[in-house]
Nanobody, 127 residues
Framework: QVQLMESGGGTVQAGGSLRLSCVASGSTSEIDTLAWHRQAPGKQRELVAKISRGGGTYSADSVKGRFTISEDNARNTLYLQMNSLKPEDTGTYYC?????????????????????WGRGTQVTVSS
C-alpha cells in the first residue's frame, strides 16, 4: 500500500503563489497515476491536475496556465505549483494516487487496483 503526506498549504493574497508537496511512502513502485484534488467549503471534491507515470498530464480548465503539476521520482514527491492564485482556489487540497499490483492465482496473473488519499492541506486565498 501507499501512504501520502501533503504539505505547503497556507494563506496567501490573491495573485500570490504557493507550492504544495506530497511525499509518497510504502509501495511507491505500484503507483500508476498521481493527482491533486481540492474541496471548497460546501462543494464536492474536484480534480485539479493529474500526472501519469507514462508521462501524460491533465489540468482542469479552471487552473490551466496557472497551476503546474510535476513529480520528482527520486524523492517520491508530487508537486503542485500554484501561481496567480484567486479566492476561488481556496479549499483543502488532497493528494491522490491510483496504484495496483499483480499476483498469481494458480496459473493466472491478476491485477489488483487500489487508491490512496492524503489527509489534505488547507489553501486560503484572500481578496
Amino acid at each position: 500500500q501507499v501512504q501520502l503526506m501533503e504539505s505547503g498549504g497556507g494563506t496567501v493574497q490573491a495573485g500570490g503563489s504557493l507550492r504544495l508537496s506530497c511525499v509518497a511512502s510504502g509501495s511507491t513502485s505500484e503507483i500508476d497515476t498521481l493527482a491533486w484534488h481540492r474541496q471548497a467549503p460546501g462543494k464536492q471534491r474536484e480534480l485539479v491536475a493529474k500526472i501519469s507515470r507514462g508521462g501524460g498530464t491533465y489540468s482542469a480548465d479552471s487552473v490551466k496556465g496557472r497551476f503546474t503539476i510535476s513529480e520528482d521520482n527520486a524523492r517520491n514527491t508530487l508537486y503542485l505549483q500554484m501561481n496567480s492564485l484567486k479566492p476561488e482556489d481556496t479549499g483543502t487540497y488532497y493528494c491522490h494516487v491510483e496504484a495496483g499490483y499483480e499476483d498469481w492465482i494458480g496459473s493466472e496473473k491478476l491485477y489488483y487496483p487500489y487508491d490512496a488519499w492524503g489527509r489534505g492541506t488547507q489553501v486560503t486565498v484572500s481578496s
